[in-house]
C-alpha cells in the first residue's frame, strides 16, 4: 500500500455537559439529567458557607457526584455524557485528543496511514498493552470491537457512523438473516452462518496491524475513530458476561470498574497492568450516584468532593462573585448548541416567513439573562471550535416589528397559537420555556407549553408530523461539521421513527452541498461547502438559533490536570491529587492564566474561538 501520513496533519490532526449529561434524540439523549430541587432551609444553609474546604483525605481516592446513574458503561451503548467518562476510566481506543481537538495516538503507536485514494487506514498497535483481565491487545480485538459495533443485535448508538466501511451493509443483512432463523438466542449467543461473516473492509494483516477500508474517502473518518462505541474489547469477557457485559466492561483503561450499586455509587480502583500514562493516578475513583446538584456543591464546599461538574443555577452569582470561591470555578465552551426546533412540515411553519419571524421575535441575549449569562448567542449554526465555523455570520438579531411584518405578510396578522414541547429533566429548558412564552406573545404568537418526561420527549420529537415546535440540544459527538449538518439537517436522513432532523427539513440544494462535502477530500474547499450549505440553512431558518452553551465546574486546587476539553465532558483518567500548598485557594492571576490563548480555556483555538471563551469568563468573572 502507498502509505502516508493523514494530508495537512503533520504530526497531529488540527481541527478544531454540563458536566454529568448529554443529549441527542436518537441516542435518548433528550435534555440534561435531572436537576431536583433541594429544601429552602439547605439553600439558605449553603448561602452561608464561605470558608475554604480542607485538603484530601490520606487515601487518594478521586471523589465524584453525578445527578442520575448512567444506563451502561458497556463502550458501544454507553449513551451520556456521563457514561462517556466513566467508560473512559476502564477503555480506550485506537485514537484520542490532545487538550484541544488534535488527534493523538492512543493504543495505535502513532497517527494511521492514509492510502493514496483515501480509502484505507492502517493502525499500527503499541506492543505489550493488556487488558486487565492480563490477555495482551492484538489487532483481531479491534476486528471483533469494529464488527460488533456494527451488528444490528448490539444496537450502538454509534453504529451509523461506520457505515461506510467496505462491506457493512452486507454483514448487516447477513446478521439480521442469522437472527431471525435463531431467533430467541441472544445476539452474544447467534452464530454467523449467513455469509459473509465478516466485514470486508476490516483486517488484521498481523498481530499489530489493523486495516479499515472505506467504500469513498470521509477526511471525518479519523475523528470517529475516537467515539467511544471504538474503544476496543476483549472478546471473551463479552462472551463470558454476555448481556450483562454493560455492567462489567473490561479494557485498557487505567481503573477497573470494582463496585456499581445501581442508583447509589460507583468505585474505580488502579488497573495495575496499565501502562502509557505520565502522571501518578489516584488510587480510586469513588462516584455518588442520584446526588442533587445542591447537595453536590455543599459537599464541594466541605471538601467532601474534589469537582464539581456543573455549579447549580440558585448558587451561580452567589460563587462566581465571592472572591473565596470564584478562583476554584473552571468555565468551559461545550462544542454544541441548543435551539429551538420548527417542524417544516406541519403548519404554519411550513412558511419560511413564520420561520425567520420566530427567529426575530426572541431576543437571545434576554433568554440567555434566565441561565445566569451562561451561554453566547448563536450567530449561525456550527460552535466556533469546529472547522468551517463562520464568523461573518450575523444571525438573528431581535427584532419585533420586522417580526410582525413577517407575520402579517404570511397571513398571520392575529398571530396564531402553538404547543410548546418541554422535556421535563431539563431546569434550564423550563426556564426558557416560559421566557419563549412571553416574548412570542409580545409578536401575537400564543405559546402553550407542554411539558412530558424524557422518554415521551423523544417519542415525539423524532417522530414524523407530530410536534411542531420543542427544544433540541446537541453535543458534537466528534469534531467535524458533518456530525451536525448531516445528522440534524439533512433532507436525506428524515425517517418517519427516530428522526434526528427533527425540524424535517429538507431543501435539494443543501442536500447536494452536503453530499459534495461528504466526498470532498480537499479541506479548505469542504469548509466552504459546509458554509455555503449553513447560509442557505439559516435562510430557510428551520430553526430558531438560539446560543452555544458553556458549564462553569469547580475544582479543588489539590486536584492537578483538570482542565476544560471542548469535546469530552470530563477526563477523569488524566486527573491526579496532590497534597494542598498554601491555602489552596487559586488567585485570579492563575485563573487569568488559565483562560490565556494557548490555556485549556482558549485551548490555542483561533483569534474568533478565543474571543467566544474570553465572552464566557467574563460572563463569570465581570469584564474586570
Known amino acids: 500500500m502507498d502509505g502516508q501520513t493523514l494530508p495537512g496533519h503533520e504530526p497531529r490532526y488540527s481541527g478544531p455537559p454540563d458536566g454529568s449529561q448529554r443529549s441527542d434524540p436518537r441516542r435518548q439523549r433528550a435534555g440534561r439529567c435531572l436537576r431536583l430541587g433541594f429544601a429552602v432551609a439547605l439553600a439558605a444553609a449553603l448561602s452561608g458557607c464561605t470558608a475554604a474546604p480542607p485538603g484530601p483525605g490520606k487515601e487518594k481516592t478521586l471523589r465524584l457526584a453525578w445527578s442520575a446513574d448512567v444506563r451502561s458503561l458497556d463502550p458501544a451503548t454507553a449513551v451520556e455524557g456521563g457514561a462517556w467518562s466513566a467508560v473512559r476510566l476502564v477503555n480506550q481506543g485506537l485514537l484520542d485528543y490532545g487538550e484541544g481537538t488534535d488527534l493523538v495516538p492512543c493504543l495505535a503507536r502513532e497517527l494511521p496511514q492514509v492510502s493514496a485514494d483515501g480509502c484505507t487506514y492502517t493502525f499500527r498497535l503499541r506492543r505489550g498493552i493488556r487488558f486487565s483481565n492480563g490477555r495482551e491487545l492484538t489487532a483481531e480485538d479491534c476486528v471483533y470491537t469494529l464488527e460488533r459495533l456494527l451488528e444490528p443485535g448490539t444496537k450502538s448508538w454509534g453504529e451509523a457512523f461506520f457505515r461506510g466501511i467496505a462491506g457493512t451493509r452486507a454483514f448487516q443483512a447477513a446478521r439480521e438473516r442469522d437472527a431471525e432463523s435463531q431467533r430467541g438466542l441472544e445476539p452474544h449467543r447467534r452464530k454467523r452462518l449467513a455469509e459473509p461473516t465478516r466485514v470486508e473492509g476490516l483486517r488484521a494483516p498481523d498481530r499489530y496491524t489493523f486495516q479499515v477500508r472505506l467504500e469513498a474517502p470521509d477526511l471525518s473518518f479519523p475523528y470517529k475513530m475516537t467515539v467511544t462505541p471504538t474503544y476496543i474489547v476483549p472478546k471473551e469477557e463479552v462472551q463470558r458476561w454476555g448481556e450483562e457485559f454493560f455492567r462489567h466492561p473490561v479494557g485498557t483503561g487505567a481503573y477497573v470498574l470494582k463496585e456499581w450499586r445501581r442508583g447509589a455509587s460507583l468505585r474505580y480502583e488502579r488497573n495495575r497492568l496499565h501502562t502509557g500514562d505520565t502522571h501518578p493516578h489516584p488510587d480510586a475513583v469513588h462516584v455518588l450516584l442520584g446526588t442533587d446538584t445542591l447537595t453536590q456543591q455543599m459537599m464541594f464546599e466541605r471538601g467532601e468532593l474534589d469537582y464539581l461538574g456543573n455549579i447549580p443555577t440558585a448558587d451561580f452569582v452567589r460563587i462566581t462573585s465571592d472572591p473565596k470561591w470564584k478562583s476554584y470555578v473552571m468555565p468551559r465552551v461545550v462544542t454544541g448548541m441548543e435551539w429551538l426546533f420548527l417542524n417544516c ?13 420566530m427567529n426575530y421575535a426572541l431576543d437571545k441575549e434576554r433568554l440567555i439573562g434566565l441561565l445566569n449569562g451562561r451561554a453566547v448567542a448563536s450567530r449561525g449554526i456550527l460552535p466556533p471550535q469546529l472547522p468551517g465555523h463562520n464568523p461573518d455570520l450575523k444571525g438573528y438579531p431581535y427584532d419585533a416589528s420586522r417580526a410582525r411584518r413577517l407575520l402579517d405578510e404570511a397571513g398571520y396578522r392575529d398571530g396564531f397559537s402553538v404547543p410548546l414541547l418541554v422535556g421535563a429533566n431539563s431546569e434550564a429548558w423550563m426556564k426558557l420555556a416560559q421566557g419563549v412564552q412571553g416574548q412570542l406573545a409580545e409578536v401575537g404568537i400564543k405559546v402553550e407549553l407542554r411539558v412530558v418526561s424524557p422518554a415521551t420527549y423523544v417519542s415525539l420529537i423524532t417522530r414524523r408530523r407530530t410536534t411542531q415546535l420543542g427544544f ?85 486546587p489539590w486536584l492537578k490536570g483538570c482542565k476544560p476539553h471542548p469535546v469530552w465532558p470530563e477526563c477523569y483518567e488524566r486527573w491526579w491529587i496532590e497534597e494542598p500548598r498554601g491555602p489552596g485557594v487559586r488567585s485570579r492571576r492563575q485563573e487569568d492564566e488559565d483562560a490565556a490563548p494557548g490555556s485549556p480555556l482558549g485551548m490555542g483555538l483561533p483569534h474568533d474561538v478565543r474571543h467566544f471563551a474570553d465572552r464566557i469568563r467574563d460572563r463569570a468573572y465581570g469584564a474586570g
Request: hydrophobic letters at 40%; glycine letters at 2%.
Open 345 to 357: 412540515e406541519m403548519p404554519p411553519f411550513t412558511d419560511r416567513r413564520v420561520r425567520q419571524a
Open 472 to 556: 433540541a440540544s446537541w453535543w458534537c459527538d466528534y469534531p467535524d461539521p458533518n456530525n451536525i449538518f448531516d445528522a440534524l439537517l439533512c433532507g436525506e436522513q428524515i425517517t418517519e421513527h427516530d428522526c434526528l432532523n427533527a425540524a424535517f427539513y429538507r431543501n435539494p440544494v443543501v442536500d447536494a452541498l452536503l453530499a459534495e462535502a461528504r466526498r470532498e477530500t480537499d479541506r479548505e474547499h469542504r469548509s466552504r461547502l459546509y458554509q455555503r450549505a449553513e447560509a442557505l440553512i439559516f435562510e430557510d431558518a428551520p430553526w430558531v438559533f438560539l446560543y452555544h452553551p458553556a458549564a462553569h465546574g469547580m475544582r479543588q
